[in-house]
């Protein structure tokens, strides 16, 4: 436990954001993990439904700091990717 005011305070600031961020988190996992079963099921319109939740999912969380910028955009590229090659496909 913390003796110090500053680092009590510290700990306090840190328990908030760490419950803030999970709430980005999980989210962003499940709208990517959807996205990839749409991808995976076939259905086109469905799975660009899905894609472009979980880009924009991405997009909010690397907003927040909560994932770095190029690890969502890497994310969201190989979703795109994906995407084109099932509407090609189809």
């Known amino acids: 436990m913390a003796n110090l005011k500053s ?3 510290r700990n306090r600031q840190n328990e908030k954001r760490r419950l803030r961020n999970r709430v980005y ?3 962003t996992r499940i709208a990517i993990k959807n996205a990839r079963v749409a ?3 076939g259905n086109v319109e469905e799975a660009r439904e899905a894609t472009m939740l979980a880009v924009s999912r991405l997009d909010k969380a690397a907003q927040k ?6 690890n969502a955009s890497r994310r969201k590229g190989r979703l795109m990717k994906k995407l084109a090659q099932l509407e090609k496909e189809a």
């Open 7 to 9: 680092q009590i305070k």
């Open 25 to 27: 988190h999980g989210s």
């Open 39 to 41: 991808l995976e099921a």
């Open 65 to 70: 700091s909560v994932i770095h910028k190029k």
